[in-house]
């Protein structure tokens, strides 16, 4: 008999959640480190501890749930996501993979599944970066990307610091956050604790927040790397004049050459593959006359490719297209691509396999706590449809079937994973 | 001999008015009906009066000085301009086209010039419209575009009314201000004014505010008309979208469509021929996020034809492409071209070739005094260089030369409409 996951109560559980911090139109107000987000992991924390689950609290406030496995001298199997949310969000986004991978422990319990290894299920503080930026500060923390002392000083608008409002709610723990201390640390406990002292794998369940999935009508998406990204602030400098006078073909008209831009732009992201990304996001003409020729354009391109050498070709493309047409290109941002762990990866297209979930490979375009992550542990991601792809937004909606299958897949492969050879 | 106009005088008075709200860096701000004004118009009045010529004010403000011909019966010449300025405007706009007339009657009266016509120097009230909206408003109630209630009703941002703050600089004058009761009143004063009736010619020498005299090398441009004008504002409707997620062929990006609207615009005001103008002066893209695709894309569309048939036609094809687009595009205001009249544009013609000055037929781009003027009178225009095309601006600057050239054309063609047969 195959194991299932428990429909009522993982979705009772995120509907539980829900309330707290619960916005007039569905979603969810849970800024990282606020009074919701203190109820939201005291919630947690309950459901975790009435399951006999130890619960420890690393420096950046994030919160590991512990199942021991029977051999809790291998490296441990890690699931999770995040509580937190945007300040209009939604129910799922997050909340899905913690929760998940709660409902997957408890299963495992209740059906006295063995397993060797040690399972930790995470909850990330202030992945979504809304209150304290930049996102994924603890996993990044974690992961190396950012030291303790960067983690613990953002302030939010008011002034505040993360690390003080960690303190005020209760939630400011002592485990090492950062990867490299964590495990010296827990070497250094190692008679204590069983002989454990490090981890295997890490698998994090969560909305696609994209429109893939839902449109190819697939249930799971395995998700095998994220988007690299680079982001650009371009300007089109030309010469202001009266709209009446200047002749066409004596003006330096810096609309006309974005204009010659634009099309170039999405053609090198069609040049690059279904794959590729490019999108305009800000665009403004100044002075903004409607009878005057605009001195310059202000835009900014942000180009995303899961393989870096078509990130790299793009990125000369669109520097060259800018030298031709003479206009100032300035790179701001560069975030490599990730690429998950083909073990990871494989335990989940496997689990889809078995269970006959129509799914795909996919790559992500949007960061997660799990690219961070993924730069210390085995790493790989599953994603979920949700409605219309909108998140970050009190509509964000995920189908309950879904949800549950999802989580299966979550189930299958942290107990594959459990069990698994170094 | 042929008459010449005296330079120096002519340099002398510009200068001379340009102390009168004189700017740091060579410009002036003499806004209309302000103190600075009336110092102006004191100035001008002071000079006209110690010729000997009759200074009559209207009800909207502006000057006519006169200076009487040997057939007071026939219809009268008129030459002018205005003498407010931009906010921080140049030495030449405007002021240049009162100055030079005022240096052609001078000219004509030193010389024992005859002339059967009475010949008017006009200043108008507040053809910048920087203080009081809208432009050319009081040869816009001469010409019949506004009523007098509404051009003295016009208010400034400090909630002031023109009409009062004539009355307060001493600029409210009795003459009435639109041409059909000014016609009615001049009827029923035939037996005192020397049987004078009416108005044969209006003649306005002015910067051309453009590149397209100085890029040619030629000293004088023959006005023989002004542009039709029609504005849009055009909104492209898209969707929202995460800029990783969603893959390019399933968003509904509104830059995209931007993109391939922009050239087409080009291509329609290249199409219209040489004398069209195309301009987007205002382009914003919304919410304007750099990793969002954006919601939707407003932007601003001038078109401007010395022709009205093509002019519509640029219109039906911009509107054609919009459609086509799935743009909304909404018209908002239109402004028909002027075609100035053929004998006082001849009597300019005839100048410039009997001098020999380096010269071109052609339409001005922008709106002047003249626009107005030329419903009720027949009417031209001269233009002269502005370096750089540079208007509205302290920068603003005229070479001696070009400005004696255009007084020249200005004497010579208001010497032959003062005698010409009706």
Same mark, same amino acid.
């Given at each position: ?22 916005? @007039? ?47 809790? *001298? ?26 998940? %991978? ?73 485990? @090492?956050?950062? $990867? ?21 794998? $890490?698998?994090?369940? &969560?909305?696609?927040?994209? @429109? ?20 650009? *602030? ?7 004049? &009266? %709209?009446?006078?200047? @002749? ?17 732009? $999405? ?112 790493? %790989? ?42």
């Amino acid at each position: 008999m195959e194991l299932m996951v428990n429909r009522e109560r993982l979705m009772g559980r995120m509907m539980e959640m829900a309330q707290l911090g619960a916005l @007039p139109n569905g979603g969810v107000k849970r800024l990282a480190a606020s009074d919701e987000d203190k109820l939201g992991r005291d919630l947690f924390v309950k459901w975790c501890a009435e399951l006999g689950f130890s619960v420890h609290i690393d420096e950046m406030g994030s919160i590991f749930a512990r199942k021991e496995g029977t051999r809790p *001298d291998l490296p441990a199997v890690m699931a999770g996501s995040h509580l937190d949310s945007q300040p209009s969000g939604g129910k799922y986004d997050g909340v899905l993979g913690v929760l998940a %991978a709660l409902e997957v422990v408890q299963v495992i319990k209740e059906n006295n599944i063995e397993h060797e290894r040690t399972i930790y299920i995470v909850s990330w503080t202030n992945e979504e970066g809304a209150r304290f930026a930049p996102a994924m500060v603890a996993s990044g923390v974690f992961g190396g990307a950012f030291t303790l002392e960067y983690g613990l000083s953002r302030t939010d608008a008011a002034g505040l610091k993360l690390g003080e409002e960690l303190k005020r709610i209760g939630y400011k723990g002592t485990l @090492p956050a950062d $990867y490299g201390r964590r495990m010296k640390y827990l070497k250094a406990k190692q008679s204590e604790n069983g002989g454990f002292s490090s981890y295997k794998a $890490y698998v994090e369940l &969560h909305i696609e927040q994209g @429109p893939i999935l839902e449109s190819a009508r697939e249930t799971v998406g395995v998700v095998t790397g994220v988007q690299g990204i680079r982001w650009y *602030d371009i300007e089109i400098v030309g010469s202001e004049t &009266h %709209a009446g006078p200047s @002749p066409m073909n004596m003006r330096n008209d810096p609309v006309r050459k974005l204009g010659d831009l634009i099309p170039e732009i $999405y053609a090198l992201a069609k040049a690059a593959g279904a794959d590729a990304r490019a999108t305009i996001g800000e665009l403004h003409a100044f002075p903004g006359s409607r009878n005057t020729v605009p001195g310059n354009v202000r835009f900014t391109v942000d180009l995303r490719h899961p393989d870096d050498k078509s990130l790299e070709s793009m990125h000369n493309m669109l520097t060259r297209l800018c030298e031709r047409i003479g206009a100032d290109c300035n790179e701001i941002w560069y975030s490599p691509p990730v690429r998950f762990d083909f073990g990871c990866v494989e335990a989940l297209a496997k689990s889809c396999k078995k269970r006959g979930f129509p799914s795909r490979k996919m790559v992500s375009g949007a960061g997660h706590d799990a690219v961070y992550v993924s730069k210390v542990i085995p790493t %790989a991601m599953i994603f979920i449809p949700c409605r219309d792809g909108i998140s970050h937004n009190e509509a964000e909606h995920a189908e309950p079937d879904d949800i549950v299958n999802g989580a299966t897949v979550l189930l299958d492969a942290v107990c594959d994973l459990a069990n698994a050879e170094i």
